[in-house]
């Protein structure tokens, strides 16, 4: 079964303060993409980064970073000097490629909130 | 490009009626897919479209709600006798296919009541 577990439901952080996302993944794919999204208030969903399966090497993108490990079935972000404006609900998905499928599971989402 | 549009954004419905919406995927994207989200969830899929064919569909797509994307451009989604359970934001997305990731766009919110 394809699985995503985000255990951090919500997280309250100040300004400026280092804050990590953590996501779980299941699958017994051997080829799979990772996502991370971001849901401001808006709702939009916005697409953060995608990973595949054989990529194992870490992205750093401006304040942002994720951390993939296969051994662990993890994909977890940080922010770095989190601020205001980064406050949202994001959102870890995986996206299997056997059968043809092409859908997104998602994990439950972990809301952000920076605070001034 | 401007985005993956979605109509409404927002539908009140008495149970019982049936509602449509659509969506206008990025023109280039011959992929669409619609998601359901309900309040504190991650989306769930629905459906999904190369150009205009329906390749897949969840069991959370009951008999009540069907889904087109005639000539492979626009979508539509249509929810008859709506039930208080239907009350979700309803997500349209549109890619190039894999390795790609999807642009959502802005959603539906259905209330029915």
């Known amino acids: ?116 | 490009d401007t985005g993956v549009s979605q109509d409404p954004r927002h539908k009140i419905t008495k149970r019982g009626q049936n509602v449509t919406f659509r969506c206008d995927p990025i023109s280039e994207h011959n992929r669409l897919y619609w998601y359901r989200q309900t309040l504190g969830q991650g989306p769930e899929f629905l459906t999904y479209f190369q150009n205009e064919a329906q390749l897949e569909k969840s069991r959370l797509l009951s008999d009540r709600f069907s889904a087109e994307r005639p000539k492979g451009s626009f979508s539509t989604l249509e929810i008859q006798r709506t039930e208080q359970g239907d009350s979700a934001m309803y997500l349209c997305a549109s890619s190039y296919g894999q390795p790609y990731g999807y642009t959502f766009g802005s959603g539906t919110r259905l209330t029915v009541v």
């Open chain 1, 1 to 116: 079964a394809q699985k995503v577990t985000q255990a951090q439901t919500e997280i309250s952080v100040v300004e400026k303060e280092d804050v990590t996302l953590d996501c779980v993944y299941e699958t017994r794919d051997t080829t799979y993409y990772l996502f991370w999204y971001k849901q401001p208030p808006s709702g939009e969903l916005v697409f953060l980064i995608r990973r595949n399966s054989f990529d194992e090497q870490n992205e750093i993108s401006g304040r942002y970073s994720w951390n993939f490990q296969k051994s662990t079935s993890s994909f977890n972000f940080t922010i770095t000097a989190s601020q205001v404006v980064d406050s949202a609900v994001y959102f870890c998905a995986l996206q299997f490629t056997q059968g043809g499928s092409e859908k997104l599971v998602f994990g439950k989402g972990t809301k952000l909130t920076v605070n001034p």
